[in-house]
Structures are given as structure tokens and as C-alpha cells.
């Protein structure tokens, strides 16, 4: 199992990290954390839950379904999908 944390600044001063676990290609555990706000509260837990099992590929799809669903001040769901894609390549 391979382990990562990937941090990212964005402009204006937020982060956005993920510590990711990777397991034969697919998401083993995630934790998505940073300088954010994200509505409603409990869709970034829900949204964790749906990455787990998932590849790089499938983890990306989740991500543009969700960015419809919810509002995040801070960063954008592209910014995790370029985190993910540091993760699966270190």
C-alpha cells in the first residue's frame, strides 16, 4: 500500500491537502483537508466515502459529478483531481 500527502497552494492564500492511501490502483483511504468552506457540511465525508475503491479515472468522474452538488470556497474539485493525479504518479 502507498501512502501520500499532497499539498497545494491556490491564490489567495488557501490550501487544499490530501492524504491519500493507494492500494493495487485504487483509493484505499482519503482525507481531504485545507483552508476552505464547503456546502452543505457533510458532503465532503460523503464525498470521501464515494472516492474510496475507486482509480484515478473513476475518482475523476466522482469529482465533476460533485462539483455540480456542492459549493466550496477556497479551492475547486479540479485542484483535488490534480492532487490525486500527484498521489497515483509518486
Not at 20 to 32: F, L, P, R, S, T
Not at 61 to 77: Q, S, V
Amino acid at each position: 500500500m502507498k501512502k501520500a500527502s499532497v499539498l497545494k497552494k491556490i491564490k489567495g492564500g488557501k490550501t487544499v491537502k490530501i492524504d491519500v492511501e493507494i492500494d493495487n490502483g485504487k483509493i484505499h483511504d482519503i482525507v481531504i483537508s485545507g483552508d476552505f468552506f464547503i456546502y452543505p457540511q457533510e458532503a465532503l465525508e460523503e464525498l470521501e466515502n464515494k472516492l474510496k475503491g475507486c482509480s484515478l479515472n473513476e475518482a475523476k468522474n466522482i469529482l465533476k459529478e460533485y462539483a455540480e452538488k456542492i459549493t466550496i470556497l477556497g479551492f475547486t474539485l479540479d485542484d483535488v483531481a490534480e492532487l490525486l493525479e500527484k498521489a497515483f504518479k509518486a
